[in-house]
């Protein structure tokens, strides 16, 4: 049976895409930090759905993660069809006052780790002719973020590279899907120090669920680019219009405390 790796799949629209891909037929390679969550979920997933799992508890932050998640795979004789790029980090706080470890680490999860394991899966995808990639980005990939100035870079990194990728990829039939939410239910806000932020406290968090149906389907239909729930859409168009410090303005207030 063909298979999906969903990384950071321990929580949020990780788990919710693993779920909804056994749901569907597939096998999964779970990824994540933490051993005891993804084992969890596999049992979960195996009882539930039947399928099989194989837990990567690997921290993407690490410089050879992809490597070592690419070889995983390779020598586990599952056919890969499906990569979810869905492992990443934010922080809030002035970019010279932030933890440099901790930014530094931020770059490794969601810029290299992400660049890396679609570099490393993307011949075996375009040999077979087949193949979907969904990397996540974030309504952040549209302006600048104050507070947030290296996470939102990060994801216009994604954003620029998935578009450039899907472009390269289509002809052998092979598509890079950008999911780009905006507020979601998951634990990505508390992480980031952004729980009690305007942006999370102006009742738009959309439900982890809902959006991960949205983004499966995008990708199962080779689409470019979701961006989940209208008004987010709308948010996204208006800031590729607008002068960039006008957004950032307004990026700055949204992470501020409520």
């Known amino acids: 049976m063909p298979a999906a790796l969903v990384t950071g799949a321990s929580t949020g629209l990780g788990r919710e895409f693993a779920r909804i891909c056994a749901r569907d037929g597939y096998d999964l390679f779970l990824v994540a930090r933490s051993r005891p969550r993804l084992e969890a979920l596999s049992a979960e997933i195996e009882a539930t759905f039947k399928r099989r799992t194989v837990v990567i508890a690997q921290d993407l932050a690490t410089p050879d993660a992809g490597q070592i998640v690419f070889d995983t795979v390779q020598n586990s004789g599952m056919p890969l069809e499906i990569l979810i790029n869905n492992a990443g980090f934010g922080l809030v706080g002035r970019c010279w006052e932030l933890d440099a470890n901790k930014q530094i680490e931020m770059l490794h999860v969601n810029v290299l780790a992400l660049t890396e394991l679609t570099r490393l899966f993307l011949p075996g995808f375009i040999a077979q002719r087949k193949g979907r990639i969904m990397n996540i980005a974030s309504t952040a990939a549209f302006q600048p973020g104050p507070l947030m100035a290296v996470y939102f870079a990060t994801k216009a990194y994604v954003l620029s590279f998935s578009e450039a990728?899907?472009?390269?990829?289509?002809?052998?039939?092979?598509?890079?899907?950008?999911v780009c939410p905006g507020p979601t239910k998951t634990e990505f806000a508390d992480r980031a120090g952004m729980g009690n932020s305007r942006l999370f406290k102006s009742g738009r968090t959309m439900d982890a669920r809902d959006v991960a149906e949205q983004g499966y389907s995008a990708m199962k239909s080779g689409k470019a680019l979701l961006i989940p729930g209208r008004m987010n859409a709308a948010m996204a168009f208006m800031a590729r219009m607008a002068p960039l410090q006008l957004t950032a303005s307004v990026a700055r207030r949204l992470q501020e405390s409520a």
Not at 165 to 178: D, K, Q
Request: charged fraction near 20%; glycine fraction near 8%.
């Open 165 to 178: 990728v899907h472009n390269e990829a289509r002809e052998f039939g092979v598509s890079v899907t950008c």
